[in-house]
């Protein structure tokens, strides 16, 4: 066995910290150097298990929410009795929770960390998706819905969060532009996954559409929990990390400190953004994108059985 000498010699060879943590406190001038070659391996660690992790979850999250269009084609309307527009006011009623606990969501990313968040966020989707699959009434569908959405509803948000805690600025905009992929991926085998349940027909007395969210559910629960253990608390404490990886990444978190300050919420920093023109025209932008994928997502399985 290796001497703890040994090991602490390693552990420096890894990372050098001139760092005397009083300077902190004192505001004084701090230096923290990281070897490049140490932090480009760590952060390769977090590009093969988070970065996918993210991409299955919101694959997943964005089948559960979209393939209601699916379900419609499949006699979802007729079986619960739904009347003239109601389909419509399902889905609008339940994107109003998506726009109220987007923020809530992240702010708990950033309080009890990426692990607990995103898991209590997993485990309340995954619920919402199986009580789809025993939705009766209009109001009940309203209920369910709105739940799975207010479940959903940070789920990118928050993966963007924890990428720019892990990456540096000009690397974490990469990252998270790589988790848009979900929803391509969503789109191109959603409709196939659901034509490929739709084929059992009615069984043990539930219709189709029912088996799609059972079955949702189950694959959901299976490969969301697998993927949920490589969620970090935070990027210091991942526990697929080594000893020197961890360490570069406390350095790194103490190294950032010094550029950008006290992670800590200020309302300045949310008037700063408010007076920013550029803000506004991004939010256009992605508002004008949203409407078009969310409501294709939704409704494109009625338009195509519509052209028949």
């Known amino acids: 066995m290796e001497s703890d000498l040994s090991k602490d010699m390693k552990l420096k060879s890894a990372v050098v910290d001139t ?13 923290i ?35 209601l269009g699916n379900a419609r084609v499949f006699g979802f309307d007729e079986d619960i009795g739904l009347k003239n527009g109601q389909f419509g006011n399902i889905n609008t009623l339940s994107s109003v929770c998506t726009i109220i606990f987007e923020l809530p969501w992240v702010l708990a990313v950033k309080r009890f960390g990426a692990n607990a968040a995103i898991g209590t966020a997993f485990i309340l989707w995954s619920l919402c998706t199986i009580g789809t699959a025993f939705i009766q009434t209009y109001g009940q569908a309203i209920a369910v819905r709105m739940l799975l959405n207010a479940a959903e509803a940070g789920l990118a948000q928050a993966f963007a969060y924890l990428f720019s805690t892990i990456y540096p600025r000009e690397q974490a905009g990469k990252r998270i532009m790589t988790t848009n992929l979900a929803q391509c991926i969503s789109g191109a085998f959603g409709g196939l996954f659901a034509y490929a349940v739709q084929t059992m027909g009615t069984r043990h007395g539930l219709a189709a559409w029912r088996w799609l969210f059972i079955v949702e559910f189950c694959i959901t629960v299976v490969v969301g929990g697998i993927c949920w253990c490589f969620i970090p608390t935070s990027a210091e404490t991942a526990w697929y990390l080594t000893a020197e990886e961890k360490e570069t990444m406390r350095l790194k978190k103490q190294r950032d400190f010094i550029h950008r300050g006290e992670d800590k919420f200020e309302r300045k920093w949310v008037m700063i953004a408010l007076k920013d023109p550029f803000v506004y025209m991004l939010g256009i932008a992605f508002f004008t994108s949203s409407v078009a994928i969310n409501g294709f997502g939704v409704f494109l399985p009625t338009i195509i059985q519509g052209l028949g």
């Open 33 to 67: 150097y990281i070897e490049p070659e140490k932090e480009a391996a760590a952060l390769r660690k977090f590009d093969k298990t988070v970065l996918p992790v993210s991409v299955v979850f919101l694959v997943l999250s964005t089948l559960d929410r979209n393939n």
């Open 19 to 31: 760092t005397n943590p009083d300077d902190f406190a004192s505001g004084e001038s701090t230096v």
